[in-house]
């Protein structure tokens, strides 16, 4: 039955190309949640009368992160070429797609991170201060748990995008449903093939946004 | 314990330079409550952070437990603020952690141990009435509830001087009178030396020793605070002291009382302390062969003492009026002939 409605799918390059897709989004999401945080901290703790207020360090921040979100991501493969081949040795497979995807979708993470940490109420981070907390108690005990919520929706929304760029990064070899539906689908003009792998990643992101959803409900005690 | 010497903090902003605190000198007994008073904008918020050096003085001296903490490093100022915790209007607690983890904070920071922690933990929650609701989520409580949280966290790590940020402001009265108790109570338990900031008079009365009155960054008036109702020498002070004392609805009502008694003379008792319990009235009506009519009354109680006025019409012979006046000043009773005809 399923056959005869795509004729021309290859289940097991399908299922192949699912996983490669799959890793690519839960590696570069994780990675690009670290650094996102550790760039979204530092947006925050040199921005004024915080603890590390420094107006060139968050000058500096800011423009990183905000060139990075600027350009547009398949242009950002292209220019990646260089530092992917590099850090990677080549330009194929998933692995080639990290570099790529970790840098486009980092300072978009930073930004929100950011919003999520403005949004804790002033007032409980004097109080922490006024405790005689370090730094580094404030940013463990205070900012990251105060801000869980909206960094983990912050971070299924980022994990979206990145199912989607790792689509596009599939265009120029990386693998994975993208590449799936560009060479066999569309060049070869198999619909089904395209239809299938845009189903796989409809499920896929309704997947992340529902987990995401769910932990962002159960730790939010506001 | 704490004394302000020419201490001022001056905020540069783009409007120019703002002046929060100006020339103040203060000296804090250990074990006082002392309160601050003033509108808002009159400089306490900024008063009560150079204190735990939240903010640092543009200029002078602040010394806390013989140590000025306007010289030493940060590493020093946050042993500091262990033993100088700071209580808030909004309480700012976190929302993240439970009742008990909340007060375990403080614990944390210090670097105290885990199972001493949670003993700790559970003592507080005792000594601030919330037995039981250890494992509550700040959300789950009532205001009144948040800021005894917020006591039990700022005791966690027994500190010598609380400071409370109009940390009553934001509750309703009868929450507020729960708290102002508690505060009463761990001060004798403890003897914990307490520095309040308010703008309500009640909060002076009930639970100060001694008060000392801002007004544009200046302090303009200090002293005990029977004193200060009895006797306010500046015009904002009279106007903290009409909050609580009802003299001021007295005054508006002055022409209204006149035309009402156009008879005798009206005069003004002011009671301080002991002479509250002297039947000073009814040997006047004993002594005297006059018409005794009370027009107004009013007690107020504070931390070391009680505060009342009282209104009288006296009606009859003119002389005999001046002598009974005469008598009651005689009991040293601050009197004041409100109509001379």
Known sequence: MINDLFPNVDWPKMWEATVETLYMTAVSTILTAIIGLVLGLLLFLTSPHQAWANKLANWLTGAFVNIFRSIPFIILIILLIPLTKFLVGTMRGPNAAFPALVIGAAPFYARMVLIALREIDKGVLEAAKSMGAKTSTVIWKVLLPESMPALVSGITVTGISLVGYTAMAGIIGAGGLGTLAFLDGFQRGRTDVTLVATILILIMVFIIQWIGDLITTKIDKR | ????????????????????????????????????????????????????????????????????????????????????????????????????????????????????????????????????????????????????????????????????????????????????????????????????????????????????????????????????????????????????????????????????????????????????????????????????????????HTQNGAFGTLILQLEGDALLVDEAIRYIHEQKVNTEVINND
């Open chain 2, 1 to 300: 314990m704490i004394s302000l010497n020419n201490v001022s903090k001056k905020f540069s902003t783009k409007q120019g330079t703002i002046v929060a605190v100006e020339e103040v000198n203060l000296d804090i007994k250990k074990g006082e409550i002392f309160g601050i008073i003033g509108y808002s904008g009159a400089g306490k918020s900024t008063l009560i952070r150079l204190l735990n050096g939240l903010e640092k003085p543009t200029s002078g001296q602040i010394i806390v437990n013989n140590q000025d903490i306007t010289k030493i490093n940060e590493v020093k100022l946050r042993q500091v603020r262990q033993k100088v915790s700071m209580i808030f209007q909004h309480f700012n607690l976190l929302w993240s952690r439970t009742v008990a983890e909340n007060i375990a904070f403080p614990l944390e920071i210090a670097g105290v141990p885990q199972a001493q922690r949670s003993s700790r933990v559970e003592e507080l929650i005792d000594l601030v009435g919330l037995e039981g609701r250890g494992h509550y989520y700040p959300s789950q409580l009532s205001g009144g509830q948040k800021q005894r949280v917020g006591i039990a966290r700022a005791l966690a790590n027994r500190p010598e001087v609380l400071l409370c940020d109009e940390a009553t402001s934001a509750l309703d009265p009868e929450t507020t009178d729960s708290i102002l108790d508690l505060l009463v109570s761990i001060n004798e338990k403890l003897g914990l030396t307490i520095v309040l900031i308010t703008h309500e008079m009640q909060v002076i009365q009930k639970i100060c020793g001694r008060v000392a009155v801002m007004e544009k960054g200046h302090v303009v008036e200090e002293g005990k605070v029977l004193d200060v109702f009895q006797n306010p020498q500046q015009p904002i002070t009279k106007r903290f002291v009409s909050q609580v004392s009802d003299s001021n609805k007295a005054i508006q009502t002055i022409q209204h009382l006149k035309e009402l008694y156009p008879n005798g003379k009206l005069i003004k008792l002011v009671f301080v302390g002991e002479q509250t319990e002297q039947p000073i009235l009814s040997r006047l009506i004993k002594q005297f062969d006059l018409e005794v009519n009370i027009v107004q009354g009013n007690i107020s």
